[in-house]
């Protein structure tokens, strides 16, 4: 069992930053790769970035140049870095996981950008 809260979501203007958080608890040793998705009202939910245990990182191109993901394995957390925000980038953002074939998802925290 993996528990995963997010936190750093609010309301910012287009060319601003946010920093989420995505802090891990539970049977957390054996994590591996640890991703941030999005979705928006009335989309899919998509991925945005994912991390590797050994730092290896994937980016959606919308998102790629202006978000970094990291993690720090001493605090069981992974942090999403999102720079020059967007008004597309509004929506719902989700830390995910997946341990032994098994997805484990967050409540989510929200991200507006006002234009």
């Known amino acids: 069992q993996v528990q995963l809260v997010e936190s750093g979501g609010g309301l910012v203007q287009a060319g601003g930053s946010l920093r989420l958080s995505c802090a891990a608890s539970?049977?957390?040793?054996?994590?591996?790769?640890m991703g941030w998705y999005r979705q928006a009202p009335g989309k899919q939910r998509e991925l945005v970035a994912i991390?590797?245990?050994?730092?290896?990182?994937n980016y959606a191109d919308s998102v790629k140049d202006r978000f970094t993901i990291s993690r720090d394995n001493a605090k069981n957390t992974v942090y999403l870095q999102m720079n020059s925000l967007k008004p597309e980038d509004t929506a719902n953002y989700y830390c995910?996981?997946?341990?032994?074939?098994?997805?484990?998802w967050g409540k989510g925290t929200l991200v507006t950008v006002s234009s």
């Open positions: 991390i590797s245990s050994g730092g290896s990182t």
């Open positions: 995910n996981t997946v341990l032994l074939g098994i997805n484990y």
């Open positions: 539970g049977s957390i040793f054996s994590i591996k790769a």
